[in-house]
């Protein structure tokens, strides 16, 4: 079966400091990967996704940018975090092209989170 | 873009209480998914209906894909089911692979 891990699972850190959130999947080949932030407890928002290594999509502008080095591992960063940057990051994954067997290829998953607080 | 509406956005139940959430939304899809948020953050996946009816012990979901919206039934409710219940779409219209989300329905179980 398929997992998916994030971490850290909490972060502060200080305006202006750099930032480094990882995600990898473990089970599946080719994922798609998707970074969300919830800001406030309510509706997540699509920042960055991604459909093989080194193709990356930004939803929004913003500080934060994302790579895939890695079949299976996606990360976030910033290299100067802002206050409005807090947040909790999720990150997802769904079936990519080419999968065997029966899936549904726009069903998404997410991982455990991580919860930023930027000071 | 298409446009997810949720109601109610706070439900309060005794335990023992049925209810019913909605999720209206704008345009047609071809993904639609149903999640519960845990008081950790975790989202877990309940549901992936973009139509049709579907049955997992109490919870329960049907989606009217024609008319635009879909319901998740909660029956005999318990305290473990307090948290966030968030309906997610996806359009074919829509570039990529964005689920665009509701703003939740927060559900308070007492005990």
């Known amino acids: 079966s398929q997992t998916i891990h994030q971490w850290p699972a909490t972060l502060v850190q200080p305006v202006g400091s750099p930032l480094s959130l990882e995600c990898t999947v473990e089970?599946?080949?080719?994922?798609?990967l998707y970074w969300y932030r919830q800001a406030a407890g309510r509706g997540l928002q699509l920042l960055f996704y991604?459909?093989?290594?080194?193709?990356i999509s930004s939803e929004v502008p913003q500080n934060l940018s994302a790579s895939r080095p890695q079949d299976r591992q996606f990360i976030l960063s910033s290299k100067k975090l802002l206050l409005s940057d807090s947040g909790f990051y999720l990150c997802a994954w769904s079936h990519g092209k080419g999968t065997s067997g029966r899936v549904n290829y726009n069903e998404q998953f997410f991982g455990p989170g991580t919860r930023l607080t930027v000071l | 873009g298409i446009q997810v509406e949720q109601s109610p956005p706070d439900l309060i139940l005794q335990e023992g209480a049925n209810s019913t959430l909605r999720c209206n939304f704008s345009d047609s899809v071809n993904n639609l998914q149903w999640f519960h948020q845990n008081p950790w953050g975790q989202l877990i996946n309940l549901f992936y209906?973009?139509?049709g009816t579907k049955q997992n012990g109490r919870l329960s979901a049907t989606t009217v894909a024609t008319e635009r919206y879909s319901l998740l039934y909660i029956s005999s409710s318990q305290t473990t089911d307090s948290g966030v219940y968030f309906c997610a779409v996806r359009s074919p219209e829509t570039s990529g692979s964005r689920l665009t989300f509701g703003e939740g329905t927060q559900l308070t179980v007492n005990p």
């Open positions: 209906i973009p139509s």
């Open positions: 991604s459909v093989g290594i080194g193709q």
């Open positions: 089970g599946t080949s080719n994922p798609n």
